[in-house]
């Protein structure tokens, strides 16, 4: 199974997805790689950026096939990203539409596909703020502009939520009760995993 965290910049993801056990964790940056540029052009962030999914969805599968579980701190399929960040005015939509045949591609292909649950964490600005005072491991540089996606991040997984229903859940589950049935679980097949008509829906379905 692979279970998906989400929600804006110190809404608490990584606390909560360590506590599974770092072989279970799958976090949004594994490594230190390269990125592309400003001057790159838009075609070169959309390969990459699809390209970093596939690699964080290939370690939830790994993950999953060895201990039974994963917990993903972010959605692999992380496209709401260039999503948000244009309809929250930071940026045109011209890199989210470079991005969607490219994923759609990968879902073709199975090399990147849906989680089995979502939990998707609003939480209140202030809140979010004295979280991130607390935490001096993480400079979190673009906090102000992260609040701002929220709402945008909400109508994404709200969309998800009509083409897959019952796999979203607004708010993080008490973790110990989770790892508990997560434990205790048989492994389950998932036809929807890779549903490119699945994709599709959910970009009919997307607010604009």
């Not at 940056?29 to 540029?37: D, L, Y």
């Not at 950026?49 to 599968?61: K, M």
């Not at 205790?184 to 036809?191: N, V």
Request: charged share 25%; proline share 7%.
């Amino acid at each position: 199974m692979i279970i998906v965290l989400e929600g804006i910049s110190a809404a608490g993801k990584t606390t909560y997805a360590r506590q599974f056990g770092e072989v279970y964790w799958i976090p949004e940056f594994p490594g230190q790689e390269p990125v592309p540029t400003a001057a790159d052009p838009i075609e070169l962030h959309a390969h990459y950026w699809v390209e970093h999914n596939v690699r964080r969805f290939q370690a939830a599968q790994q993950a999953e096939a060895e201990h039974g579980f994963a917990i993903c701190d972010t959605d692999p399929f992380k496209s709401h990203f260039d999503w948000t960040m244009a309809r929250a005015g930071h940026r045109t939509m011209a890199l989210f539409d470079a991005a969607k045949p490219i994923a759609r591609e990968a879902f073709a292909q199975q090399r990147l596909g849906f989680a089995n649950r979502y939990y998707v964490k609003r939480i209140e600005p202030d809140i979010a703020r004295a979280q991130k005072e607390g935490d001096p491991t993480r400079s979190r540089r673009r906090f102000e502009m992260h609040l701002t996606l929220q709402p945008h991040l909400m109508d994404w997984y709200v969309a998800l939520d009509l083409v897959l229903p019952g796999r979203i859940e607004f708010g993080f589950p008490e973790q110990a009760a989770l790892q508990a049935e997560l434990e205790s679980k048989a492994p389950e097949e998932d036809p929807r995993r890779f549903d490119v008509s699945v994709l599709d829906a959910l970009f009919e379905r997307l607010p604009g």
